[in-house]
């Protein structure tokens, strides 16, 4: 009864729609919502896990989720990836999710960010790993790689 429940849960905001609001309070972890947006890319890797997961940003062991997406240059075939940025002119931001202004770097190949909804928060990494060289010119993987990992409320 109780695992299903928890599946009920995690897959509810797909019955309302892919990013619906999430009510303030719930505690609804929304890879389903990350993993679906996802799945419509090409890609080589798409998974989704749910139970105990460890933070890449802090090392902190959670219950949660997260979502492991991968694919290269030649699946995408100029086909985008979501960034996950809920900047105020997107579907994100419109349904509830705002940055974390405390959780991002951002770098040569890699970069990372928090965002929230609600008691929620997920981070969002990706890598793509680059270097420059001998003649001074950027080269990047033809390999992108993202990890998304949300959980509800911290126990205080």
């Not at 509810?12 to 919502?33: H, I, K, R, T, Y």
């Not at 086909?79 to 770098?107: C, M």
């Amino acid at each position: 009864m109780v695992g299903t429940q928890l599946i009920q849960s995690m897959f509810l905001p797909l019955l309302v729609g892919l990013f619906a609001a999430e009510p303030q309070g719930s505690q609804v972890v929304p890879c389903s919502e990350f993993y679906e947006a996802l799945e419509a890319v090409p890609h080589v890797a798409l998974e989704q896990r749910i139970g105990s997961v460890e933070s890449t940003w802090d090392g902190d062991v959670f219950e949660g989720c997260e979502v492991a997406f991968e694919t290269n240059d030649s699946a995408l075939a100029g086909a985008d990836t979501p960034d996950f940025v809920p900047d105020p002119d997107t579907g994100l931001y419109r349904a509830g999710w705002r940055s974390i202004p405390e959780i991002g770097a951002d770098g040569a190949g890699s970069g990372i960010h928090g965002i929230r909804r609600g008691l929620t928060e997920c981070l969002v990494r990706w890598d793509q790993p680059a270097f420059i060289d001998d003649d001074g010119s950027l080269v990047e993987s033809d390999t992108l790689t993202m990890l998304i990992q949300c959980r509800g409320p911290r126990a205080t």
